[in-house]
């Protein structure tokens, strides 16, 4: 506490403040203290009686000067609290992904109002309430972190809607369990768009699909053309009426199977949803092409990494998918050579590798193996691989063909792996 008077006696420079102090009319300069945060100072003029400052003035004054320093300083956070809550508030409200807060109790902290619009539950509704009440089926819980669900919402007004769930934990400073923080992202545009975009590459296909499926269909009539034309002369001859029934048979077996295949291909698979033991299914396969790697004299070299993480899918079309690759790997060694096989994976992804040692496939070549009615083969239909590609994607996974510097060529497989409360929902 700066006393005038008490200054003005002393030399300068405490002389010259308390020149300064008496020309702003001022006695007494109270410093505001909060700690060593100076906040400001309060000046007083003369007592209304007359008196000086006494000592048990100026004591008083300093324990006022800290209360008042404190009270400024609540008052500033305070204010920092009300503008950071708003905001969060305007964050909140502004965010495309809705958010919801639960508590340990599963009931609602909060909702913006994008989760409110994503589940059609008010967001007066829905705060206080149980969050089953918005429609989310069973989410994972983690301890730490954050988990990443893909799943449906079945919202108040009956739409079924496709979310990406994000669940991330926070701890409330009187609590011991969790309360968890959900990010709800609504996928109906991006499903919609991505089935324009299947369509509109099917449509694009169609007239390549088209000029090939005409050569194709034609190279078995050109043989029924021929007999057919002989029939008239050559009826009587058991040997030719042999030779036509065969040759009739097993060309129009040979029309049948490409046309199968063709509908398989611009039909939009239907999964049946299941747990797949991938390693259990890479044996049966192994089993059934095992006589036909004898005869040519191939090698087979398998490899599981340890124990495969969980998947969900269809096991008939993945079995489909990795016949095609595998057949595929076996006509490209006609003479023999080795057959590499490695199946591992991570807590996202299951990986399955199928690497042969044939003469492989031109670099400018290899993106266009997986397209319809493409094939480097003779006497190809260029289907089996289109098919692979068909199921993987339609499980969510991406395929993969390149030629390593080793030789041959590699394809590989990579297909999401499934979470636990995925897999229980499924088996449910």
């Not at 030399?11 to 906040?39: E, S």
């Not at 076996?330 to 199928?354: C, E, F, K, N, W």
């Not at 003779?378 to 996974?397: D, I, P, R």
């Not at 390149?402 to 636990?420: I, K, R």
Request: aromatic fraction near 4%; charged fraction near 20%.
């Amino acid at each position: 506490v700066l006393v005038a008077d008490e200054l003005l006696r002393q030399p300068a420079p405490a002389h010259a403040y308390g020149t300064h102090l008496k020309a702003w009319g001022a006695d007494v300069a109270i410093p505001l203290l909060a700690g060593p945060q100076l906040c400001g100072l309060v000046l007083l003029g003369d007592k209304l009686s007359g008196d000086v400052y006494t000592a048990d003035d100026l004591g008083l004054l300093r324990i006022l000067g800290k209360q008042a320093a404190i009270a400024l300083i609540n008052a500033r956070h305070f204010d920092e609290m009300v503008l950071l809550n708003e905001y969060h508030e305007r964050l909140l409200n502004t965010m495309q992904d809705g958010v919801l807060a639960v508590d340990p109790q599963g009931r609602v902290l909060t909702c913006n109002p994008a989760a409110a619009a994503i589940t059609g539950v008010p967001v007066a509704d829905a705060l206080g309430g149980p969050l089953d009440a918005l429609g989310l089926g069973a989410l994972p819980t983690p301890a730490s972190g954050a988990a990443t669900l893909e799943t449906t919402l079945r919202a108040r007004a009956g739409a079924v809607v496709p979310v990406l769930v994000t669940v991330t934990p926070f701890w409330r400073r009187w609590e011991t369990a969790p309360c968890y923080l959900l990010v709800v992202r609504d996928l109906s545009e991006l499903r919609a768009l991505e089935r324009e975009k299947l369509q509109a590459e099917r449509f694009s296909t169609m007239g390549a699909m088209a000029a090939s499926l005409a050569h194709e269909i034609k190279n078995p009539l050109v043989p029924i053309q021929t007999f057919a034309h002989l029939l008239p002369t050559q009826y009587d001859d058991a040997e030719f009426r042999e030779a036509f029934s065969q040759t009739v048979v097993r060309e129009v077996d040979r029309i049948t199977r490409l046309v199968g295949q063709l509908l398989d291909l611009v039909r939009k698979p239907a999964a049946d949803r299941a747990p797949v033991d991938l390693d259990a299914v890479m044996t049966q396969l192994l089993a059934l092409v095992a006589p036909e790697c004898a005869r040519l004299g191939i090698r087979v070299h398998r490899t599981t990494a340890g124990r495969l993480p969980p998947l969900v899918g269809d096991a008939g079309q993945l079995y489909q998918a990795l016949l095609n690759v595998l057949t595929n790997a076996l006509q490209a060694m006609p003479d023999g050579g080795d057959l590499r096989i490695t199946l591992d994976g991570d807590a996202h992804t299951v990986r399955a590798r199928i690497h042969d040692s044939g003469p492989g496939v031109a670099p400018e070549l290899v993106g266009r193996i997986f397209e319809p009615l493409f094939t480097t083969k003779t006497g190809g239909h260029g289907l089996g691989l289109a098919l692979t590609y068909q199921f993987v994607k339609a499980h969510g996974g991406e395929l993969h063909a390149h030629c390593p510097p080793d030789g041959g060529l590699a394809v590989t497989l990579l297909l999401p792996a499934s979470t636990e409360a995925e897999t229980e929902a499924v088996c449910t």
